[in-house]
């Protein structure tokens, strides 16, 4: 039966982490303690069963979702950022207005922007669709999102993706809505008097499948 | 052995799904205590086929939306083309607690899950665009009516494939 110091220096040893004389002294020890030494011996091949069972470098678990979800975070973080310092700016400004003359010129200003400006001449930050992240599992595909200020559109461009061959027929649909079934785990897609265009479903690679009803026999 | 295990789920949900398309006719009255799943709001979603060939597609009838009539115009000031065709066309409630998919075609769709009100306006989404069994692009954004996302897809015949996206206004 090892007494606890000794199971702590068994360890110590183990990982290296004895000077020379704590290992000369715990060595000495090991020689002439076979239970101690038959321990030791033990632990080291499991030690050594372990290592060559594990893989050095694991992947990291679902790290696409674990990367959008961190820039996700950063983009609400700038956000929060940008609002607080424009609170702080906006509430600076609202000392001036305390100044009577200063509070009716303002005013006047503010009429004039009012006539001025026609409602749909400039976007606002907060009317334009924002892209947080991206991810494209093929590393040959570059994404490039963008603001379009002259389409007011966002744009996800995804370069380097293979063309389609020109002989491939691209089938559309016109959907108005669906219906899930979470029994089957599907989802039909429904027409615009209602009836089924397409069933989708996912298989056990939790990949979808689309399943053409209006190409049936 | 996995191509058997495929073939019979393909099976069982075809076999649901014509059995209800089946048993459509007789349907039975909608229970009371049926609820419509929570939605955050409503998409349209397109398959358009960017292309200067004017008689590439033929002219099927298919209108761009009341809310986005400049849609070609705004697509032309993006992609380098002349015509912009739709090919298919999908308007899908975004469900608050499930998955919602925006399928105009086969060939390229979009799975669209929701985290929410956006402050400001609009909806958190996660977008996963497809092409067929491929994911092509994730993405978190914030989508807002008026402003429509253009996915710019692969180059097809003498022309580019787009995915658009945008937001209902709210009724």
């Known amino acids: ?217 | 052995m996995s191509r058997c295990i495929v073939s019979l789920f393909t099976a069982v949900v075809l076999a649901g799904a014509f059995g209800s398309v089946a048993s459509a006719q007789p349907a039975p009255a909608p229970k009371s205590s049926s609820k419509a799943p929570a939605t955050d709001g409503q998409v349209w979603g397109a398959l358009i086929y960017a292309t200067d060939d004017g008689s590439a597609v033929p002219d099927d009838g298919t209108t761009f939306p009341k809310e986005l009539s400049d849609l070609e115009g705004r697509l032309g000031k993006v992609f380098d083309h002349k015509h912009f065709k739709i090919l298919g066309q999908h308007t899908q409630d975004i469900l608050r607690e499930y998955e919602s998919w925006v399928v105009p075609s086969r060939d390229l769709f979009l799975k669209v899950d929701s985290n929410g009100p956006a402050e400001g306006g609009g909806i958190h989404l996660h977008l996963q665009f497809w092409q067929g069994e491929q994911v092509l692009v994730k993405s978190d954004a914030v989508l807002r009516a008026g402003s429509p996302l253009f996915i710019g897809g692969p180059k097809w015949r003498d022309g580019q494939l787009v995915f658009v996206l945008a937001l209902q206004a709210e009724h």
Do not use: C
Not at chain 1, 11 to 40: C, H, P, V, Y
Not at chain 1, 92 to 99: A, I, N
Not at chain 1, 114 to 120: G, L, M
């Open chain 1, 1 to 217: 039966m090892k007494t606890p110091p000794e199971d702590h220096d068994l360890i110590r040893w183990l990982d290296g982490e004895m000077n020379d004389a704590e290992r000369a002294a715990f060595e000495t020890r090991l020689n002439a303690d076979s239970q101690l030494k038959a321990e030791a011996e033990s632990m080291q091949k499991l030690g050594e069963r372990l290592r060559s069972s594990l893989p050095k470098d694991r992947p990291m678990p679902h790290a696409d979702f674990f990367n959008s979800q961190i820039q996700v975070r950063i983009a609400q973080m700038e956000l929060d950022e940008e609002r607080s310092s424009a609170r702080a700016s906006s509430a600076s400004w609202t000392e001036w207005f305390r100044l009577p003359w200063l509070a009716a010129a303002a005013a006047v200003v503010v009429a004039m922007v009012a006539i001025v400006s026609r409602p749909d001449s400039r976007v606002a930050a907060s009317d334009v669709t924002q892209v947080l992240s991206t991810y494209a599992p093929n590393p040959d595909v570059v994404v490039r999102g963008y603001e379009d200020a002259d389409a007011h559109a966002t744009v996800l461009m995804l370069d380097g993706l293979p063309d389609l061959p020109a002989d491939q027929k691209i089938v559309g649909y016109d959907v108005h809505g669906s219906r899930a079934d979470k029994a089957m785990a599907s989802v039909t897609l429904l027409g615009s008097d209602g009836q089924p265009l397409v069933v989708l479903a996912k298989d056990s690679r939790d990949q979808p499948r689309v399943w053409d009803l209006t190409t049936r026999g």
